[in-house]
């Protein structure tokens, strides 16, 4: 996670936009809400500032970017400095763990999922939210991110190229959900699979055993 320094000095700019787009951003939170426990100790990931942490019931994040992070202690969320490639977290510590719109600024998403499941208790969950490459949405963002502040370095991904890295790691049983259909404007519908959605959420469980590949 070290593509920190184009969120450094935007962080309000960032925040902003979720107000802006709030019908887009609840149709998000509610991707992941379809997915995530009901119960157990989380922590998100790259929690920025705090956007999803909140309305998803998580008290904990790490996130690298100073300016972010303060606005996420600010809606009081302990925040804790580190990236995802190298968690500050004994094994075997949390139930489950979310990762929102973060594998396309990490520098290895592989090491990053291996990290989430050696934090993960056994059987432990990890929910992914990202931009679906493969998706209108997603060609749109890939086309034209040189011309976004905060998309210019990133390198989106599609649904099965991340399953592959999950798999990878250790992580099993995936569910899908996707939002931000084309066509829809208003009353933004979160239906199962992948495909159609801009933004998907998959959401893996913990093996027993990481598999050799």
Known sequence: MAKTTLFDGQADRYDAWFQKHNDLYQAEVEAFRSLIPVSGYGVEIGVG????????GI????????????????RGIEVLDGVAEALPFDDNSFDFAIMVTVVCFLD?????????????????TLVVGFIDRESELGRIYDQKKEQNVFYR??????????????TEAGFSSFSYRQTLLPGETHKLNVIKGYGSGGFVVIRGHKSKKRRHV
């Open 49 to 56: 500032t705090g956007r999803f942490a909140v309305p998803l």
């Open 153 to 166: 370095d990133a390198t989106f991904y599609s649904a099965g190229e991340l399953e592959i890295l999950l």
């Open 108 to 124: 290895d998403v592989a090491k990053a999922f291996k990290e989430a499941w050696r934090i993960l208790k056994p059987r432990g």
């Open 59 to 74: 008290t904990l994040g790490i996130e690298p970017a100073p300016q972010m992070a303060e606005l996420a202690r600010q």
